[in-house]
């Protein structure tokens, strides 16, 4: 509050235009979209609004021909019109879709649209990226091996490569580039290293490449590559190996310079909290998980192990990632994926269903069908869980409007249903629907 006195201020978004506003956006549009299931609902009622007037035309001239009465037939011929009203298989998708989006909103899940939930709802399998994903994205340096004799040539210590590195790889989001920079700088300021030479910070010829790292054009050294051993044609002597096992079981990014191998280190990250937790709920709703990352295999194994999982497939590019979802869906299976970076873009594009954790980068939730409010892998579990009761209420709806169809046409026909008697049940069997939607507003998530 500004009492006195006063302030300049700039308005720079529209309400429209924050985070609140996106998601009510995406939840506007997602509730007025279709899914496969109420198509099928709006053919089946082509053909059933048609049959039902043949069968009110049909009972009209029957009983027309055995009573002999025409109002009597003309009653009966009218209740029948009148109990199968398709009002409520109209409702049973939408009611449900709209009460599902809310709840799944409130549960931090964003669904772009019906077919997403739908899709949620069917997958039998998930689909794991490891870092960000499974662990936390946030890995510590636990090892560093150094090739003096390749740095000599170069005319570089361990401060100053480790400041060449950190000037390449703040040009990457990737959080290994993250944390070799974060390491540079609380080295430089634990050894009192001046900042990087001026040369340094000329860069040019910027490229990453995907599923292998980043490389660039540093002034007066040359083009340095830092990334997966083989990208920066580096072979780890297997005496470092076996000295050290956290090589093993922690990533590996290398460095070349001119495509002369100078370094490498070992970044080891940790499971998110949750992660066992929630990946033993998702088997429990009999899905089968899989892990798949670009890192390496015995990296990738190790992660698999610590979460039950059943595959765990390293040194995946990109396209691997895509293709082995396609072969699976080819086999019949219903793939989710869950990602959160550049890398895990066209995996998400090509699985049945995908969801981008929070803070994946922009074209990973552009390619994604849902989008998770929260870190933690719970929020797959909320999303399936509530897609899976929304297409249950789908189907209870849908017998309910079916059920009375299928018990009001013959009593009407028969004269033991008469017109009035007929509307309201017909109302009751919209009211039945609608009622039953709304309780999966109450549907509760474990959390």
Not at 174 to 203: C, G, M, R
Request: net charge neutral; aromatic share 6%; glycine share 6%.
């Amino acid at each position: 509050m500004v009492e006195n006195g006063s302030f300049e201020y700039q308005i720079t978004a529209k309400g429209s235009q924050t985070r609140l506003g996106d998601m009510i956006k995406a939840l506007n549009d997602a509730q007025g979209s279709k899914a496969h299931i109420a198509r099928i609902a709006d053919k089946v009622a082509g053909i059933f609004v048609p049959v039902v007037v043949a069968i009110a035309l049909l009972t009209f001239f029957a009983n027309y021909w055995f009573l002999g009465a025409f109002d009597t037939a003309l009653m009966r011929a009218v209740a029948v019109l009148v109990i199968a009203c398709p009002c409520a298989l109209g409702l049973a998708t939408p009611a449900a879709i709209m009460a599902g989006m809310g709840v799944a909103a409130r549960s931090g899940v964003w669904f772009k649209d019906a077919q997403a939930l739908e899709a949620a709802g069917a997958i039998d399998t998930v689909v794991l990226d490891k870092t960000g994903t499974i662990t936390q994205g946030k890995p510590q340096l636990s090892a560093a091996y150094l090739i003096d004799d390749n740095l000599k040539l170069f005319n570089l210590d361990k401060a100053a490569l480790l400041q060449l590195v950190a000037s390449v790889e703040r040009h990457a989001n990737h959080p290994l580039a993250t944390t070799l920079v974060n390491y540079a700088e609380a080295y430089n300021k634990q050894t009192d290293t001046p900042q990087s030479p001026a040369a340094f910070t000329i860069i040019s010829h910027v490229e990453t490449v995907l599923g292998q790292g980043i490389q660039a054009q540093v002034a007066t050294i040359g083009r340095v590559k830092i990334g997966t051993p083989s990208f920066a044609n580096l072979q780890l002597p297997a005496a470092i190996i076996q000295a050290n096992p956290v090589w093993q079981i922690a990533s590996q990014v290398a460095v070349s310079i001119n495509d002369t191998p100078v370094a490498a280190f070992a970044l080891a990250d940790e499971l998110k909290q949750d992660s066992v937790k929630v990946i033993a709920s998702l088997q429990a709703h009999h899905l089968d998980v899989v892990v798949m990352s670009g890192d390496k295999q015995s990296v990738v194994d190790y992660v698999g192990e610590q979460i039950n999982a059943s595959k765990a497939l390293g040194e995946l590019s990109p396209r691997d990632k895509a293709q082995r979802i396609d072969e699976w869906q080819q086999q019949g299976k219903k793939v989710a994926m869950v990602g959160d970076g550049v890398n895990d873009a066209p995996a998400m594009a090509t699985a049945t269903a995908s969801f981008a954790v929070e803070g994946a980068t922009d074209i990973a939730k552009h390619s994604a069908t849902a989008r998770l409010m929260g870190e933690s892998l719970k929020h797959v579990d909320y999303a399936v869980t509530i897609a899976r009761a929304t297409l249950r209420n789908i189907k209870q709806n849908l017998f309910f409007a079916f059920i009375y169809n299928c018990l009001g046409i013959p009593l009407a026909a028969f004269g033991l249903l008469n017109p009035m008697i007929a509307a309201a049940a017909m109302a009751l069997s919209s009211i039945s629907v609608l009622l039953n939607a709304l309780r999966l507003t109450r549907f509760k998530v474990s959390h």
